[in-house]
DNA sequence: CTGAAAGCGCTTACAG
DNA sequence: CTGAAAGCGCTTACAG
């Protein structure tokens, strides 16, 4: 039940809202050409000093903001960047580390004075929408986030010539889509490395979803180290709490003599935690578990968790800083982040 | 350290983005008149089945998308929002919640073909600038998420008649901005009613910062139960999981004979586990732990923590469709959820 | 260094 | 039901 209140009893007609002053009237305030005002908004060339500061006195006055539409209008420039979610069912927003990004990129571009448009794309549908929306030029660029391999948007948005970043490795387009991505695959090594030095000799591993780099990179990391295993060491999660349980579950009925398992997320991570508990094994002592993300879950799990850190501030910034470099006309990149093991409880 | 690739190989000179199709292109292949295809495009009105018919298939020959900044332009609406983060210093983002309601406000303001524009407010300048930007009519309407009771931003917004919705309570201008809040005052009276079923005599809790309506809402609710309580009783943290952590460690040391604690979030209350097990209290035997949210963490703690939800899905959907409302020149109103308890482990 | 003018792509009375 | 035309607020060669 919700209660909608009567509205406000104080609130009259409200206000018409006042047209904001235009750059005529700045023009005619500052007494200068409409013309002029627009070069001494654009980096100031062949603007005279008392031009300069007439113009800068009328702004201040009249509280003048440039009209971005009219100016986009003007430039066939967007000044805005479209944050693309492709959110994997029910999973994605789950992981914490995902708002940091966002908020990363969010306040990277705002330096710049490009604004983000976040949009999502949940269905199909949406990715269509959101492809035809892009495409048509309302933004300069996009950053692609969770984008899985079958994705159509990376043909798309390139045929289209929209200047694209993604957010990690985009798989089946490491070479012609530009990204920034953290070292998924010595990340997982550094971890099934730490595990064997903690004596560990029967290490499973529940790994992501396969056609995300964060699956297959850490699992190939993990066979960097172990060579190839049993097979029924390793299962498979989608990157919820529940697939990290359901797979802990799995993996003890098939290998009971496990010693040490090395989670891709967190949060799966978790779940694994849970049934080991319910399992009556104790962590660390008979099972070490690792994780990976270093999200606030980690830390509010009992044992605390042994992780891999991604540096998410540093990955939004990057990401920003490549996808403007490419609006300006440059060639793509990619750039990969280092992972660092991040040591508490759990193993 | 980190490495920058060298550019792609396959990559050559970036083709030159190819201008999109106009509603010149599309007037022309369908021969009739710009005005036509406006027309067709806003409503249909006036427009002869055939000429429709003729429009549409062109639309979809030339993949024809409307160019938003010629429009914004021509009708002075911006068919975009603004979703203000009002960040309150390191705590924002531990909260996993507002990425679903962000998530949920983007989706449902998609359906209305609204876009999202996320703007951050870390510093006073921050603000200052985001108002400006606001003000400037470069959106229809902004949501606001996590402003403090001091902020500026209500009084510029209202001054200058932009529509905007509120997130929670607006302290100090629950007469005059619209909201959607959820009821923290009785979620908080059944959490702690809910801990007086269970035999508890000596409740405890700690609240969020008390200049956001979570903090002193749901400390009024733990009062309209509890009468007024000794006032050792009482903690105050930020909303992040240290700052719980360390007021249980106070509550511990000033009422050492406490055997239950209503912690108004669920971040908070991972904390307040931490310092119970360093203390060597059993959790609910010894000491019963109530949260509030019902996040992720909540399920990933030991014991599970017994809490509060908030519907945000709800909410966002509500925040979304009451803009909408304002935008349409309809009156302000303030809507508010129910809260339920969830019981879980910890009580 | 500066102004007049064309143009960006759309919407919307207005006349018919 | 339809087209011609003005206008939204800016930028940018162009001429001076």
Avoid at 113 to 141: C, N
Wanted: glycine share 8%; aromatic share 4%; charged share 20%.
């Amino acid at each position: 039940m919700s209660a909608a209140e009567s509205p406000h009893p104080s609130s009259g007609a409200r206000p018409r809202r006042p047209r904001p002053p235009t750059m005529n009237d700045v023009a005619a305030m500052a007494g200068v050409s409409r013309g002029t005002v627009s070069r001494a908004l654009n980096g100031g060339h062949n603007v005279s000093p008392a031009a300069q500061e007439a113009i800068r006195k009328a702004i201040s006055k009249t509280g003048y903001v440039v009209n971005q539409h009219a100016r986009s209008l003007a430039t066939q420039r967007a000044h805005s960047v479209a944050f693309i979610l492709s959110e994997s069912p029910d999973a994605f927003f789950e992981d914490p580390n995902y708002s940091v990004l966002l908020r990363g990129c969010a306040q990277a571009l705002a330096i710049h004075d490009m604004t983000l448009l976040l949009t999502i794309a949940g269905t199909a549908e949406d990715s269509k929408r959101i492809s035809r929306y892009v495409t048509a030029g309302h933004v300069d660029g996009a950053l692609l986030v969770s984008t899985h391999a079958g994705s159509p948007l990376f043909d798309e948005l390139n045929a289209r010539g929209v200047p694209v970043v993604a957010c990690g490795k985009p798989l089946g387009h490491e070479r012609d889509v530009s990204y920034v991505a953290i070292d998924d695959r010595d990340g997982a090594r550094r971890m099934v490395r730490h595990l064997r030095s903690r004596g560990r000799q029967r290490i499973a591993t529940i790994t992501g979803p396969l056609d995300l780099p964060g699956g297959v990179d850490r699992l190939a990391g993990y066979h960097d180290v172990l060579g190839q295993t049993d097979p029924r060491l390793i299962a498979t999660g989608d990157y919820t709490q529940a697939s990290g349980e359901a797979a802990m579950q799995r993996l003890l009925y098939e290998v009971p003599d496990l010693d040490a398992v090395f989670v891709a997320s967190d949060l799966m991570a978790a779940g694994a935690l849970t049934a080991l508990r319910r399992a009556g094994r104790r962590v660390p002592d008979d099972v070490a578990v690792g994780g990976f993300d270093d999200s606030k879950v980690a830390t509010a799990t009992t044992p605390k968790l042994t992780t891999i850190r991604q540096p998410w501030a540093r990955q939004s910034a990057e990401m920003a800083r490549l996808l403007l470099a490419l609006i300006d006309g440059e060639q793509p990149a990619a750039v990969v982040l280092p992972a660092e093991l991040v040591a508490r409880d759990s193993t």
